[in-house]
T-cell receptor, first 119, second 109 residues
């Protein structure tokens, strides 16, 4: 396994169009995360899954955004009716999420990202 | 939303010098992690320090954590041109990571 892969690497779309991104995590990792990163900023959390269950969604994730992980393996992130403000790098990460005692250890492995440009 | 700030925003040094970056955060944490990001790429985990630890080393990296001041620092010793990247701290207090704004490090040969 070569790590987390994201497809496509780049996406250019017109405002109002729908786009879908795919993330394939490291195969044995039970957790999958989506982040958004704009230029000069750190990644901002969007949502995460444990296996196929979506456990948390950020307030950043408006109704136009939907994410799925149907079989607990790959995940898709769809943005409907794209806006120029959606232009960003969308990062996916996976984690084996290990808890030892009361302290969880959440080291995440990131893909290279999908860069979205909305014209 | 971002957890906190990193300082400095940008740092330029010569190869062989040490680089120190600081991170401040706002809420209580279980762990704090540091990640590196090369231009236009994904992030790579560097080191994790637990809330009950004060200092940790990994190769040329040294991380300190002061939970009373809600701050952490990352020291890279004997820097190399290949260390040129952005460095982010990330707090881990529930099940997700909250990243800082990052420090852009440039190491000149």
């Amino acid at each position: 396994d070569t790590g987390v892969s994201q497809d496509p690497r780049h996406k250019i779309t017109k405002r109002g169009q729908n786009v879908t991104f795919r993330c394939d995590p490291i195969s044995e990792h039970n957790r999958l995360y989506w982040y958004r990163q704009t230029l000069g900023q750190g990644p901002e959390f969007l949502t995460y899954f444990q296996n196929e269950a979506q456990l948390e969604k950020s307030r950043l994730l408006s109704d136009r955004f939907s994410a799925e992980r149907p079989k607990g393996s790959f995940s898709t992130l769809e943005i409907q009716r794209t806006e120029q403000g959606d232009s960003a790098m969308y990062l996916c990460a996976s984690s084996p999420w290990d808890r030892v005692g009361v302290l969880a250890k959440n080291i995440q492995y990131f893909g290279a990202g999908t860069r979205l440009s909305v014209l | 939303s971002q957890q906190g700030e990193e300082d400095p925003q940008a740092l330029s040094i010569q190869e062989g010098e040490n680089a120190t970056m600081n991170c401040s955060y706002k809420t209580s944490i279980n762990n704090l992690q540091w990640y590196r990001q090369n231009s236009g790429r994904g992030l790579v985990h560097l080191i994790l320090i637990r809330s009950n630890e004060r200092e940790k080393h990994s190769g040329r990296l040294r991380v300190t954590l002061d939970t009373s001041k809600k701050s952490s620092s990352l020291l890279i010793t004997a820097s190399r041109a290949a260390d040129t990247a952005s460095y982010f701290c990330a707090t881990d207090n529930t099940d997700k990571l909250i990243f800082g704004t990052g420090t852009r490090l440039q190491v000149f040969p």
